[in-house]
């Protein structure tokens, strides 16, 4: 079993920034490739990015690419997604997801291979 924290969610003004963390306990960190999900009420839970077990890959959604940065500190067990240039539809409940196995980009952006999930943060941009 894995137990995954979200922390670092908030409500900032457009343009504005925030760093995302996923503190992760009960096996081994490293061996999971980790990925960062947002929903919005009403709507479909949406893949942001991921990253590989060594870091080396990540994978991010066209909307969010070269704002946000994926990184993880295997060494404390955590994830974090920075979040810069927030814009009022990054506004969501954002989810951080952990998968066992070899990272492939093909699957990292289905929710359906994710074996583990956090409680989610609200990120809020107001305009």
């Known amino acids: 079993q894995v137990r995954l924290v979200e922390s670092g969610g908030g409500l900032v003004q457009a343009g504005g920034s925030l760093r995302l963390s996923c503190a992760a306990s009960g096996r081994t960190f490293s061996n999971y490739a980790m990925g960062w999900f947002r929903q919005v009420p009403g709507k479909e839970r949406e893949f942001v990015a991921a990253?590989?077990?060594?870091?080396?890959?990540?994978l991010y959604v066209d909307s969010v690419k070269g704002r946000f940065t994926i990184s993880r500190d295997n060494a404390k067990n955590t994830m974090y997604l920075q979040v810069n240039s927030l814009k009022p539809e990054d506004t969501a409940v954002y989810y951080c997801?952990?998968?066992?196995?070899?990272?492939?980009?093909?699957?990292?952006?289905?929710?359906?291979?994710?074996?583990?999930w956090g409680q989610g943060t609200q990120v809020t941009a107001s305009s």
């Open positions: 997801a952990a998968r066992s196995g070899l990272y492939r980009s093909s699957e990292a952006r289905s929710q359906k291979s994710y074996d583990y």
């Open positions: 990253i590989s077990q060594s870091g080396s890959s990540t």
